[in-house]
């Protein structure tokens, strides 16, 4: 076997591992808002895009998402590999088209879509205050969220360690 393939092996291996649900950056939010007071479910089906987090109480969903899978623009995480640059291209190009119909979906049924990028909770100096930041924007009441004004935020987890 040459280099090339065991690359494109390992990388498979390491791609299929990474989890979709109770990710780190989203157990340090849900610890945080139950912290607060707020009671919520968790990856709820019946919802479009099963959001990560669903407050009924502010008809609040949030999305916590990885800054590579859900290709986040302009962030050191969402790099495209090297190889087979093609597929990721086309899989991150989908995976942006199907969290803006999530999110209109949601948004025609009255909910508000908030979405956490990976990044905003791995940098230690700012998480707090985007964590005070998202705490503040599902208690507010005011009806003035539309889908033009609130961009879709999205999360992948390398192996650094969360504080």
């Known amino acids: 076997m040459n280099t090339n393939s ?10 299929a591992a990474i989890k979709g649900k109770d990710t780190k950056p989203e157990m340090i939010i849900r610890k945080y808002l139950f912290s607060k007071g ?5 990856h709820v089906k019946k919802l479009a ?3 990560d987090i669903v407050l009924p109480k502010y008809k609040t969903v949030i999305f916590v998402n990885g800054c590579f899978w859900h290709g986040h623009d302009g962030c050191k995480y969402s790099r495209l590999p090297k190889t087979n640059e093609f597929f990721w291209e086309q899989k991150i190009r989908r995976n942006k088209a199907r969290d803006i119909a999530n999110e209109y979906v949601l948004q025609t049924e009255g909910w508000r879509v908030i979405r956490v990028w990976e990044c905003e909770i791995k940098k230690v100096a700012g998480m707090q205050e985007r964590l005070e930041s998202l705490y503040n924007q599902i208690l507010r009441t005011d009806s003035s969220d539309n889908f033009e004004e609130n961009p879709v935020i999205i999360a992948a987890e390398p192996e650094e360690e969360y504080q």
């Open 6 to 15: 065991n690359t494109e092996i390992q990388r498979s291996k390491i791609m």
């Open 38 to 42: 707020l009671r919520f479910r968790v």
């Open 49 to 51: 895009g099963s959001p």
